[in-house]
């Protein structure tokens, strides 16, 4: 039987966590580096832990749609938080046309009507007469999901090295190890040229006037937002796509239209208390599809664009099958 591998996984977000757990339970041996003080230090941390590969449709092409429907089942075996409540994406009386343009893009739902948003959202019952609802969809808190996979690395006999900054040297010999996965996201970029970032801003309000038990987008011809519920009534919103590195904090004007689309949500949300505040940059191709690329014993798990915690589980299986003997054609 041939010994098990020894992996180094560069970089502790959603990307490296699902890699380095999905190697060790194939067999290898795992150590997980992370130059920050936690793991999720970079953009994993902002995100909103949507499991909504229908949704996404509405922008993303076929492949991210194919990749990422086996995403929902991965998170559901992995973190027991996973809930599995659906999507609904609603829009403002006059952005009607909006919600038919969705329409148009996605598959897997059903037109619904005031009283059936009433029935699975009733503080919004009264506010939308036409809604899309995604049955199939799900969510995780990105925060506490993260912590559950290093757990389970943990676990499976891995190693989780923080504030790891030698392990990070793009100088590190890999005759040190069989192989280097490098999921570092942007902080990569002086080796993946091609990767840009795109910023994004999100809020964490905490209102205990409003209850919702599932994402809800909503639609706006300029900024369409999504709020997502976590535990103790506090609201993700998010997120803006903005192409820039600037990587300084929110600026007035996102965090404005964040806060009133908030507000055309659910007037109660104007009670609300500002909790956090985060900023991030999304590491993304130039169509904006994640790839797996492999240059010698170094696989680069990367461009994740808005779909991280979507497609790490697929892109997790094809360092696998790299690893443990199945190439695919789009590695090199």
Same mark, same amino acid.
């Given at each position: 039987?041939?010994?098990?591998?020894?992996?180094?996984?560069?970089?502790?977000?959603?990307?490296?966590?699902?890699?380095?757990?999905?190697?060790?339970?194939?067999?290898?041996?795992?150590?997980?580096?992370?130059?920050?003080?936690?793991?999720?230090?970079?953009?994993?941390?902002?995100?909103?832990?949507?499991?909504?590969?229908?949704?996404?449709?509405?922008?993303?092409?076929?492949? &991210?749609? @194919?990749?990422?429907?086996?995403?929902?089942?991965?998170?559901?075996?992995?973190?027991?938080?996973? &809930?599995?409540?659906?999507?609904?994406?609603?829009?403002?009386?006059?952005?009607?046309?909006?919600?038919?343009?969705?329409?148009?893009?996605?598959?897997?739902?059903?037109?619904?009507?005031?009283?059936? &948003?009433? @029935?699975?959202?009733?503080?919004?019952?009264?506010?939308?007469?036409? !809604?899309?609802?995604?049955?199939?969809?799900?969510?995780?808190?990105?925060?506490?999901?993260?912590?559950?996979?290093?757990?389970?690395?943990?676990?499976?006999?891995?190693?989780?090295?923080?504030?790891?900054?030698?392990?990070?040297?793009?100088?590190?010999?890999?005759?040190?190890?069989?192989?280097?996965?490098?999921?570092?996201?942007?902080?990569?970029?002086?080796?993946?040229?091609?990767?840009?970032?795109?910023?994004?801003?999100?809020?964490?309000?905490?209102?205990?006037?409003?209850?919702?038990?599932?994402?809800?987008?909503?639609? $706006?011809?300029?900024?369409?937002?999504?709020?997502?519920?976590?535990?103790?009534?506090?609201?993700?919103?998010?997120?803006?796509?903005?192409?820039?590195?600037?990587?300084?904090?929110?600026?007035?004007?996102?965090?404005?239209?964040?806060?009133?689309?908030?507000?055309?949500?659910?007037?109660?949300?104007?009670?609300?208390?500002?909790?956090? &505040?985060?900023?991030?940059?999304?590491?993304?191709?130039?169509?904006?599809?994640? !790839?797996?690329?492999?240059?010698?014993?170094?696989? $680069?798990?990367?461009?994740?664009?808005? $779909?991280?915690?979507?497609?790490?589980?697929?892109?997790?299986?094809?360092?696998?099958?790299?690893?443990?003997?199945?190439?695919?054609? @789009?590695?090199?």
């Amino acid at each position: 039987m041939a010994p098990s591998p020894e992996i180094l996984v560069r970089g502790a977000g959603v990307a490296g966590l699902v890699s380095a757990v999905s190697l060790a339970e194939r067999g290898a041996h795992v150590t997980l580096s992370e130059i920050g003080d936690r793991v999720g230090a970079g953009a994993s941390w902002m995100a909103g832990g949507m499991l909504a590969p229908w949704c996404e449709a509405e922008s993303a092409p076929d492949i &991210i749609t @194919q990749r990422s429907v086996s995403a929902v089942e991965w998170w559901k075996a992995h973190v027991p938080e996973t &809930i599995i409540n659906g999507s609904l994406v609603v829009a403002p009386p006059r952005d009607t046309g909006e919600l038919r343009r969705f329409a148009r893009m996605t598959s897997h739902f059903r037109e619904i009507g005031a009283s059936e &948003i009433g @029935q699975l959202e009733p503080d919004l019952g009264d506010r939308f007469s036409r !809604a899309l609802f995604f049955p199939e969809e799900g969510q995780v808190d990105p925060r506490k999901a993260l912590e559950a996979l290093k757990t389970r690395l943990v676990s499976l006999g891995g190693t989780v090295c923080l504030n790891d900054t030698a392990r990070h040297d793009d100088r590190l010999s890999e005759s040190n190890w069989d192989y280097i996965i490098d999921c570092r996201g942007y902080a990569s970029r002086h080796q993946r040229p091609s990767l840009r970032g795109v910023r994004g801003e999100m809020l964490l309000l905490k209102c205990p006037d409003v209850t919702l038990h599932r994402p809800v987008r909503m639609l $706006h011809p300029r900024i369409p937002i999504y709020i997502v519920p976590r535990a103790d009534h506090i609201f993700m919103v998010g997120a803006t796509m903005i192409e820039s590195n600037d990587d300084r904090g929110i600026t007035l004007r996102s965090m404005s239209e964040l806060l009133n689309a908030a507000w055309t949500l659910s007037p109660a949300f104007s009670e609300a208390e500002i909790v956090d &505040i985060g900023t991030g940059l999304r590491p993304s191709y130039p169509d904006n599809i994640p !790839a797996v690329t492999r240059e010698g014993r170094t696989i $680069h798990v990367n461009g994740m664009y808005r $779909h991280g915690f979507l497609l790490s589980p697929a892109l997790a299986s094809e360092v696998c099958d790299i690893i443990f003997g199945v190439e695919h054609p @789009q590695t090199s």
